[in-house]
């Protein structure tokens, strides 16, 4: 019997160390390793709606033989960064192009309007972003000119009612801020 004591000891922890070993084998199939699943995230930085962007215009907007809608070239003023601010994901001096609505000077000294409404540009993976811009710019209003002259002079001074009213001016350095109008998930090259 005491040659099956040692034997029987023996067998017992044979048992507990494949019992240990089947638990372990069982973890590591059935729960993943962190240090796992941390390498199959790939992070892909947010460009998030409502970022402001500023753009500066490149060239001096042509008021005469503008349409109704027109559009002025622009650029990025200023590096944008992610959601998380760790990554620049607009680089400063990226085309832009603004889109505008025009609205003539007429008679009677009315002035024009200039309406900044929306503008498109890049991120660095080269996906468009959509911006909102809420500027308008008015012209000079001649309607006091226009109101004395025809007062003073009347009935020849009712001829001022052809003076136009000023149309506004667009120079080039001029910037504006945009905002961007949903989220854009970026995807970079490591």
Sequence with gaps: MRVLTPLRNDLAELGKSVISAMLIITMLICTPLEAFAQSSIRYEPVLAGGTQVNLRVTETFPMSGTTDQSMIMAEVAGDVYSADGSTVLVKQGTPAIINVAV????AWGRPGEVCLSSATTRTVDNRQVTLHLASCKNGSNNIGAVIALSVIFFPLGLLSGLIKGGMPKIQAGSTFSAYTTQD?????QE
């Design 103 to 106: 609205v003539r000077n007429g």
């Design 184 to 188: 854009i998930i970026c995807t970079l």
